[in-house]
């Protein structure tokens, strides 16, 4: 009998818990964060579904074959004819160099791509098949085909061919030295040397300006008025908690900060502290609180008596959005437009990262993060990298071991490779009411008790979106369309993610479409749109800072650097302390 105590003692739901707890997080560790049980579970639902569906077998099998032929005939005919056709969608990036055009590279780089194109087909249009799943299962398809790239090995990639014979073989033997040295640091590429390039405060963030407000979560930077007179109401940036604010304070040519101060803008940026293991319970409202609204308090007393043009970027708009339909449910009308960069309030299709977003990948990666407290900048890292992994991963694993050379950090990929951190509790919530079950875009997310709605804002709002971009797919984007019924103007332009946002006035080659929707409008869907607008040359931050001048009541000159006696005095100068962290 104390036998049957005892063992029922020892399995009891608490400690079973605890022991599956335990179990899921060495094998999270083992598979990086990624959880076997989602991949096998699409699998299975792939191959049941297409193993009861002859007809999409059959019409695999005459694609697969239709493939073959045109490469078979495009391989002979392109020996011959440097201007034939080859049968695949567009080559990638990386195999449309002059030296690419060859026979037979050409061939190579249209069978890949011939490939890529019919596991596209295999992986969608199975009935019955989820869509998460089918996305999982083309997504794994791609990570090996990517990985088996032609450009990805030295006999099939004509530009490293080609720089072999003329360094006779030095690339090599500095790439394998790169190897070795890679290796003995743990396995990580760029050995370090490169990533002291480029410095905040030296080479980045210089926009003059000083600390004036820094609580638990945020230092707020006041910039210096560069001009006599500014728009009488102030600009807020708020970036998104996982990045270093000075994504919009990069190199003087590519800085969004020192842009709109000369432009005659009174500019305040958030600048989010990096947290650590003793931030595990900061949630998603302290965010809104401590984060959104402590600078908007600020900004408004150092501003008096004037309304904000409050902006985010990436997560940051997603929670400016969140931040302003409570301040309109609550009646609070210091806003007096709102802008969002790359920023999705509708997470209903928000593209290839939902690969990464499900209840047992959540499961996984709570294990993870439960246990060190947050979730470390490599695992955010290394998911966003396999959205590209041909650009971010293989290219320059070549470059550094076929080609043997060091990687020349620009700007934006030094900001990309300083890492921030997430703390455990506000990451689980997001991720599980936004993108699992968009709570937010079907008016049942709770700011503080009560729920809020984007329908309630009246402010003028300009929302922007990127041609490219993995991260927030601008459709997804486009979606904002469907929750609230204010002047919205709509802005997509060339480039990704971070490279279409950082894209001053003296970037060349870029080009964007606009359009403004006024209350009363009829709906139009993202394709009607983008059909119905004629691409406009050149960058888009001229035309969001007229924008933003249309919203201006009026000149005024700059105000004072803080607010001393109302309890924002100066505390330090600008990139603040934070930004190191």
Known sequence: MSNELEFEKLFDDRQAASADRQFRSVLAQISGGLSPVDLALATIDWIAHLGISPGKRAQLVKSFIDKLLKLGKYSVVSAFDKDAEGPASAVERRMSGDAWQKWPFKVFAQAHQSGKDWAREAAFGVEGVRADHEILVHAVADQILDMLSPANTPLTNPEVIQA??????????????????????????????????????RDVGLTPGKVVFQNELIELIQYKPATETVGAEPVLICPAWIMKYYILDLSPHNSLAKYLIEQGKTVFMVSWKNPDEGDRDVCFDDYINDGLMAAIDAVNVIVPKRKIHAVGYCLGGTLLAIGASAMARDGDDRLASISLFAAQADFSEAGEIMRFISPSQLSFLDKVMRKQGYLGSENMGGAFASLRSSDLVYAGLVERYFFGKKAKLNDLMSWNADGTRMPYRMHKQYLEELYLQNLFARNKFKVGDRVVSMSDIRTPMFVLGTETDHVAPWRSVFKIHDLTQTDLTFLLTSGGHNAGVVSGPQHPRRHFRVHTRKQGDKYRDPDTWLESLKASPGSWWPTWNEWVDGQMSSQAAPPAMGARRKGYKVLRDAPGEYVFL
């Open 164 to 201: 072999t014979i003329e360094e006779r073989g030095k690339n090599l033997f500095r790439g394998l030295d790169f190897f070795v040295r890679d290796n003995l640091q743990g396995g990580r590429a760029n050995g370090g040397e490169e990533s002291s390039a480029i410095k905040v405060g």
